[in-house]
């Protein structure tokens, strides 16, 4: 029998699509236009939600202002589109995996690169 999915789960990734487009279309701040929300870990009481974030410009002090500034209007329209009894205060936590994955990308390429050469 398949486990269940726990609804702090399912809430967790609405959370996630709703932050995704308002940040994409309404927020307004320039510093926060080349952002990707990566994950987002909802608290079991649903009062605090963890979001993860990367950007290409990568983990500027300006980014996590403009997210942390942007932060009650985005919790002010989760509320509106999502009905929840309790909407989380939502804390931005930079997600460095990505850039972590891509440097050991980077140093299997020149291992593999390497061993040619010999």
Do not use: C, W
Request: hydrophobic share 40%.
């Amino acid at each position: 029998m398949a486990k269940d999915y726990a609804r702090t789960d399912r809430i967790a990734e609405q959370i996630q699509r709703e932050l995704a487009q308002l940040i994409r279309l309404e927020v307004k701040d320039p510093r926060v236009r080349k952002v990707t929300l990566t994950g987002v870990e909802v608290t079991n009481d649903h009062a605090h939600a963890k979001v993860f974030y990367t950007s290409l410009d990568g983990n500027t002090p300006e980014l996590l202002q403009g997210l942390e500034r942007a932060a009650g209007f985005l919790r002010s329209q989760l509320a509106h589109a999502m009905k929840l009894r309790i909407t989380p205060q939502l804390h931005f936590l930079f997600d460095a995996s990505v850039e972590r994955g891509a440097h050991l990308s980077q140093l299997i390429d020149q291992a593999v690169a390497s061993d040619k050469k010999d």
